[in-house]
Structure formats: structure tokens, C-alpha cells
């Protein structure tokens, strides 16, 4: 089966590249490379031991898509294509819904055009907005506190629309956690341009020594040690679970929404003990005001993606510190 990665170059679709292309699919990577770099799809390539297609392209560019799903007979599309940053969202709107949600407003005019009615779409535990309850599962009701959490709110509710208007739509909107970590081979992980905005891959640079301090923001948070709580996901583990709603979306119809997480928080704190122990290395970092927006606690219910889609996290946060700093080392001696 051929399949389309928008925003295949970047950290999570690079990735999810690797694990289809490893279960013998073709791979046509879509990227604009506003935040990734084209060297990825030769580190993809000598993970999977041939060569792949990459296209060079935007997915506000309705017409290159029409010809890029004709040439190449895709049959699903992974959309990971997006803006990402919450603050950078609430500085430019525009940008974020321009992108996000007119960029899928284009890739499913054309996936309707040359009729592909199958697609994953990379969803965020970010819909949830502020929690109700803890862990989150798939009914707890949506809101968003940045125009990037609105984007993706917006872009699940027209694709449930285009589900219903036309029942031949397979669609999987997968709600991701906190991806974290780096590919087996430590030769992909995540390596943001510019400045990180997450959490671990700043605590590896800070590791490497690439920056002085991490700046933890808040420590009076309702939770044990006053930090903020996530769900720290392997990346290894989130692949395999879009191979599993590709496989999924094959025998099924109609709109569904999947968290992707493990259901175990940590702390911001024991993250950083947890990478200094791993690694050896120092993360000094120095408490700060709490980042606007941010909430106390978000951790997954995982219950739906295993009986839907039989797919369980089995990786520890010791394999996603170790993982990462691997590839920073893998990177550093890359750059030399
Ligand atoms: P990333 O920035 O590494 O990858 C996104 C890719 O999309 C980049 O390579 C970028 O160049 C590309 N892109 C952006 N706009 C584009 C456009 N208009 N046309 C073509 N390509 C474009 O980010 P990621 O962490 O790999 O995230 C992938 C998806 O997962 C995003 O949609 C993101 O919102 C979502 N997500 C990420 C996280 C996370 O913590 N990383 C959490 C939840 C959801
Ligand atoms: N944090 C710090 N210092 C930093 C960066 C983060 O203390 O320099 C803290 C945050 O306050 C939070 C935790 O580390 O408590 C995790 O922060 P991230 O920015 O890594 O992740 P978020 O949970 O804020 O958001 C991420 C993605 C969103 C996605 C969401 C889904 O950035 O795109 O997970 O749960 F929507």
C-alpha cells in the first residue's frame, strides 16, 4: 500500500515513516520544511534499507497534492503537517489557522478529488483543555486555551463533518500525549530548530551543554512536588500505533477519536532526575513563573486504543531518557 506522510520530515512523521515503510509499505513523504531538514529522508532511508520518495511541498498547495496522491496511487494519508508552538500561536493566529486548519481544508480536497477516503491525523491531548477529570478518555469534553489547541479542535470537527456527509470516509484522529525520545538506531529524535518549546528535548540540550539551565516552569502546581504532570509516550511506541490505526481504518468507517499515551504522569522534576540518572550528566535548572496556559495534570485513559486498535505503550521513561540522549550524542558527533 502506498502511503502520503505530510510533515514526514519532521519528529513524529519521521518516525511513523520507519515503522509503515518496515511493514513493507511504500513511503512518500510531503514536506515544506518550515521545521525540519530534507537529511532526514537519507536517515530514513538507511534505517529502511531503500530508497523513498520526498516531495517538496506545501499543503495549502492543493493542486501538488491532487498530483502527488495520483502519481504515486497513495491509498491513506498520515497528516502530521502543522504548526506546533502554543505560544508562537498566540502571537500570530492567523499563521496557525492558515496552516492547520485551511492546510487540512486543502489536503482533503484533494484526497476527495483523486478519491482517497482514508486518513490519520495527528490530533493533541491538547483538545482537552483545562482536565474535568483524571485520566482523560475520549468523552471528556473539548476546549482549547491557545489558537494552536482551537486548531486542532477545529480541524477534528470537519473531519467528523466530511465523516458523516459521506460514509465511505475512514478517519482516525489520534490525540497524542507527550511524544518523548528517540528512534532504536539513535539516528532520528527530536531536534527542533531554533529554541525547543518541549521539555525533553530542552533538558538534553541543557545535558549536552548546549544551553546553561533549564527554566521549570512553576513548582506550586496542585500535584506532589508542585511541577507540572504529563504523559511521556516513546516515539518508538506512538509509531506503532499509527501501524495500528493504518491497520485499523483498513476494515473500519466513519470518525473516531484515540488517545495515544500510557496513562503513568511524571513530573517535571522526575524527568529531570530521571535523565540525569541515565545519562550521567547535569540538568541544572532554576524554577520560574508558571508558562501561561499550562495545567496542572494530563495523563491518558489508554483503555479505547487497545481494545480498538490493540495497541499498547510498552516502553518505560528510562528507554525514552536513554533513547534521547543517544541521539544527542549520535548528533554531536554527526556535527563535528
Ligand atoms: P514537527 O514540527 O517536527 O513536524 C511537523 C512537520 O510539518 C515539519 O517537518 C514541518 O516542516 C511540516 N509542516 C508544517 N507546516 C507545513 C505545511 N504547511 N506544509 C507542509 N509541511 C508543513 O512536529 P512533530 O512534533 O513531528 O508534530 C507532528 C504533528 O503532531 C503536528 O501536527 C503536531 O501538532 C502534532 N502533535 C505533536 C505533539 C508533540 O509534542 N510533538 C503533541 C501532540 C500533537
Ligand atoms: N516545561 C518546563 N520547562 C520547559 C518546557 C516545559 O518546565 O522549558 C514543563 C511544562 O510546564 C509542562 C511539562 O514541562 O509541565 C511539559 O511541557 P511540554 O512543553 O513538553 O509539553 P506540553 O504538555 O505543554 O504540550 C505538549 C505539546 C503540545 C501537545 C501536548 C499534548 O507541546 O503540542 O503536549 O499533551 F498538545
Redesign the pocket.
Known amino acids: 500500500m502506498s502511503i502520503l506522510l505530510t510533515g514526514g520530515t519532521g519528529y513524529i512523521g519521521s518516525h511513523v515513516a520507519v515503522a509503515v515503510a518496515q511493514l513493507g509499505h511504500e513511503i512518500v513523504l510531503y514536506d515544506n520544511l518550515s521545521n525540519s531538514d530534507e537529511a532526514v529522508v537519507t536517515q530514513i532511508a538507511q534505517i529502511i534499507g531503500r530508497p523513498l520518495t520526498f516531495i517538496r511541498g506545501d499543503i495549502r498547495d492543493t493542486q501538488l497534492l491532487q498530483l502527488t496522491l495520483r502519481a504515486h496511487g497513495v491509498a491513506v494519508v498520515v497528516h502530521l503537517a502543522g504548526l506546533?508552538a502554543?505560544g508562537e500561536s498566540l502571537v500570530s493566529p492567523l499563521d496557525y489557522y492558515g496552516n492547520n486548519v485551511q492546510g487540512t481544508i486543502s489536503l482533503m480536497q484533494a484526497m476527495k478529488a483523486e478519491g482517497v477516503r482514508k486518513i490519520v491525523f495527528s490530533s493533541?491531548?491538547?483538545v482537552y483543555g483545562q482536565p474535568k477529570y483524571l485520566p482523560l478518555d475520549e468523552a471528556h469534553s473539548l476546549s482549547a486555551t491557545s489558537p494552536?489547541?482551537r486548531s486542532?479542535i477545529h480541524i477534528e470537527e470537519l473531519l467528523r463533518d466530511v465523516a458523516v456527509s459521506d460514509p465511505s470516509w475512514s478517519i482516525a484522529c489520534l490525540r497524542?500525549?507527550?511524544p518523548a525520545g528517540a528512534h532504536d538506531t539513535f539516528l532520528m529524535g527530536d531536534n527542533p530548530k531554533g529554541t525547543?518549546?518541549?521539555?525533553?528535548p530542552?533538558i538534553a540540550q541543557v545535558a549536552m551543554g548546549k544551553r546553561a539551565r533549564?527554566?521549570?516552569?512553576?513548582d506550586d502546581f496542585e500535584t506532589e512536588d508542585g511541577?507540572?504532570?504529563?504523559?511521556y509516550i516513546h516515539i518508538m511506541d506512538l509509531a506503532e500505533g499509527h501501524a495500528a490505526a493504518l491497520e485499523f481504518l483498513g476494515s473500519s468507517q466513519g470518525w473516531h477519536a484515540i488517545n495515544l499515551g500510557t496513562g503513568q504522569p511524571y513530573s517535571?522534576l522526575q524527568?529531570i532526575r530521571s535523565f540525569e540518572s541515565v545519562s550521567g550528566a547535569a540538568v541544572p535548572f532554576e524554577i520560574s513563573a508558571?508558562?501561561p496556559g499550562?495545567v496542572a495534570a494530563?495523563y491518558a485513559n489508554a483503555n479505547k486504543a487497545k481494545s480498538v486498535l490493540g495497541w499498547a505503550a510498552k516502553r518505560n521513561l528510562r528507554e525514552i531518557c536513554e533513547s534521547t540522549w543517544r541521539f544527542q550524542q549520535t548528533l554531536a558527533q554527526r556535527l563535528k
Not at 214 to 218: A, M, P, Q
Not at 227 to 231: N, Q
Request: with cysteine; proline share 3%; charged share 25%.
Open positions: 506546533k502554543v493533541s491531548a491538547t494552536y489547541g486542532k497524542y500525549f507527550n525547543p518549546n518541549n521539555l525533553m530542552f533549564l527554566e521549570v516552569f512553576g511541577t507540572g504532570l504529563r504523559d517535571v524527568m508558571r508558562r499550562d494530563c
